[in-house]
């Protein structure tokens, strides 16, 4: 509910809506989300594929690029999908989220990184950061929330609803059950439908 209150605020730019809704659908961490092209949004399929944090080479040699690694799909839902077409604007290639304005003269930045049509910079971890905190501190600035915190409430949400363990992990793309296992929190209707599978002439047995 919080983050759908956050998302519907009139004075928080739809950049910002997207970039949240998004980081919190696709329990990802900011920094993937923040890689994405628009090239490499699967729009029918609601998922891209993202470099992972730790992700593993194809090859072994120097100045890799993106390309070079083995990347990992993430999936969003509806309230993404409404707003990623509003915020590309017709867009076709470049970053995703970018900045609102060009980067200055002396700025040396991968092609990957400007956007060809408009000339603009993709936006950085630390740009999304402050302005995430600018929205949500109560206490002054460094009060507000984590961009991480979209991903641990996704994650703890899927557990509350029942989301088994394993499925947690394929969500996020942990590779370790113990880093995971602090989400998963089955309901005692949940593990009370689990011990009738054992019930004496269960046919599903």
Aim: proline share 5%; charged share 30%; aromatic share 6%.
């Amino acid at each position: 509910m919080a983050v759908d209150r956050l998302i519907a605020r009139r004075e928080v730019h739809l950049r910002e809506k997207t970039l949240w809704r998004m980081l919190y659908e696709t329990s990802a961490r900011a920094e993937e989300i923040l890689g994405v092209n628009i090239e490499d949004l699967d729009f029918a399929g609601r998922r891209c594929p993202v470099k992972a944090k730790g992700a593993r080479t194809k090859a072994r040699r120097r100045g890799r690029a993106r390309e070079d690694y083995v990347l990992e799909a993430v999936y969003w839902d509806a309230g993404t999908a409404r707003l990623l077409p509003r915020l590309l604007k017709g867009r076709t290639r470049g970053p995703v989220f970018v900045t609102h304005r060009r980067p200055g003269s002396g700025k040396v930045l991968c092609a990957r990184d400007v956007c060809p049509d408009t000339g603009f910079a993709r936006l950085s971890y630390g740009q999304a950061r402050v302005l995430l905190d600018e929205h949500t501190a109560v206490r002054g600035p460094g009060t507000g929330w984590d961009l991480h915190e979209y991903r641990h409430s996704s994650l703890t949400h899927l557990g509350e609803q029942g989301a088994s363990l394993l499925m947690l992990m394929a969500k996020s793309r942990h590779k370790n059950p113990e880093n995971v296992r602090r989400y998963f929190k089955p309901s005692p209707e949940a593990i009370a439908e689990l011990t009738s599978l054992l019930a004496p002439g269960d046919s599903r047995r």
